[in-house]
């Protein structure tokens, strides 16, 4: 095959290409920003050109021996990330800033200080991190760390330490010279990952990346970047800013269902080993409109509050608000309770929030919000020991929900005496089931 040089013009902001200059580019908007390129291109084969065949793995033949994960030391962390971290992989951790990603990520290099890791910044110097470290870490182990930005250095560094594990902060602040744009541009990240990437697989290396986000809450950069990486994590914080919630949106060696909760301190992310201690109020009495459900996220129940509060509306339409739960569905539940139910909430602002911050998308506390709205409209209390779980239908049934026996039990653990549930024939021993069929069985237990 022979080559031949081909021209382009391409934007260094956003990566677009052109056959000839214009002083703005049309994709992104940014002027000044289309620079020429040559490249070296192959032609066209003719049809009949013939190409040496490749040879076929047998996937028989491969062992299938299980992944040996390394277990952090942080067991919520562990929890999301599937058991642990699996060597050659790569990893990217995102959220907002100061939310606490350096902070959990140090707190991981500290508890893998045997695999000889390596802290790479490109954002803070080394006496920053350093005072991070010391807060967190009062024993002083020798740590590495590499203060660059230059991906072809970094690797270098990498292929002669040999750390086994390497921390990348952040993906946004490293440029190749492989591509002639600016650092951060869409070009210069995928990259520098594809980079990593190979890095991470040739030499049996876990990195992970820590991922800038837009004003919109998604990962800064191309979206083939989240491809690209082996999985995906976001750290948020509750709606008071004192818990963090990490979770996975994408993960080749675990479940994308689990969370991992932990309490910002002044030393660092704690575990919260009680997730229902962070959404439920233990010392708070029985409130009108407040009702206590369970939802399970991956293979963890736990317990939420739910609070509403109807009051007669002022003027106008009736508002509907929703803290923590998807307003949607809020409305579906509203018309089903004046529908199913006899309750007329047409002149009444009805208000739903979620103790604690936490957003929930679990069909299974459908039960807890029309009690808990029934309850405010009737200004009466539900009993604190009292478990309200269901999923409900349009026709104001109560259908079975996922993992109910997981649920009840977990109940019966945290002390909970009774369950208002969907029929159903488990039976748990100490708690007293109140089953119900239909919405209006429950507003006549209220009643």
């Not at 277990?71 to 939310?99: H, N, Q, Y």
Request: charged share 25%; proline share 3%.
């Amino acid at each position: 095959m022979s080559k031949k040089i081909t021209t382009i013009y391409s934007c260094s902001k956003c990566d677009a290409q052109f056959n000839k200059w214009e002083g703005r580019c049309n994709e992104c908007g940014a002027w000044g920003s289309i620079k020429k390129f040559q490249l070296d291109q192959h032609e066209r084969v003719k049809a009949d050109t013939r190409v040496d065949a490749l040879s076929t793995v047998d996937l028989s033949k491969i062992s299938n021996e299980n992944i040996k994960r390394q277990k952090t030391g942080i067991s919520e962390l562990d929890r999301v990330l599937g058991d642990g971290l699996v060597p050659g992989s790569l990893l990217l951790m995102a959220g907002e800033p100061g939310i606490g990603k350096s902070t959990l990520l140090a707190q991981l290099v500290i508890s893998l200080l045997d695999k000889n890791p390596l802290y790479v910044s490109g954002e803070e110097s080394a006496r920053q991190v350093k005072n991070r470290f010391d807060r967190l870490y009062q024993e002083k182990k020798p740590l590495k760390f590499l203060g660059e930005t230059n991906v072809e250095k970094i690797i270098a560094t990498i292929e002669k330490e040999k750390p086994g594990l390497v921390v990348i902060d952040s993906i946004q602040t490293t440029y190749s010279l492989l591509s002639d744009s600016d650092p951060g541009s869409i070009n210069q990240i995928r990259t520098a990952t594809m980079r990593f990437l190979e890095l991470a697989k040739k030499n049996n290396i876990t990195i992970i990346l820590v991922g800038h986000i837009t004003k919109d809450g998604n990962v800064a950069g191309p979206k083939s970047l989240e491809h690209i990486v082996d999985a995906v994590f976001y750290l948020e914080n509750s709606r008071n800013n004192q818990f963090r919630i990490l979770r996975a949106i994408k993960n080749r060696y675990g479940s994308v269902n689990e969370i991992g909760v932990f309490n910002m301190t002044g030393i660092g992310l704690a575990e919260m080993k009680n997730p229902s201690q962070v959404f439920i109020d233990e010392e708070q009495k029985d409130v009108p409109g407040s009702v206590v459900s369970m939802i399970q996220e991956g293979s963890r129940p736990f317990l939420v509050e739910i609070q509403a509060l109807v009051s007669k509306t002022a003027f106008g339409y009736p508002q509907r608000k929703a803290s923590g739960y998807d307003l949607n569905r809020l409305q579906v539940l509203i018309s089903v309770i004046s529908k199913r139910a006899g309750m007329n909430l047409s002149n009444q602002d009805v208000i739903i929030n979620t103790v604690g911050g936490l957003k929930v998308n679990d069909p299974a506390i459908d039960l807890a919000i029309c009690l808990a709205i029934i309850y405010s409209r009737l200004n009466q209390s539900s009993p604190r020991n009292q478990l309200v779980i269901g999923e409900i239908g349009l026709g104001g049934e109560v259908r079975q929900i996922s993992n109910l026996k997981n649920r009840l039990n977990e109940a019966t653990k945290l002390g909970f005496k009774s369950a208002i549930a969907p029929l159903n024939k488990t039976e748990i021993k100490n708690l007293k089931q109140i089953k119900i069929k239909e919405l209006k069985d429950a507003l006549s237990l209220i009643k």
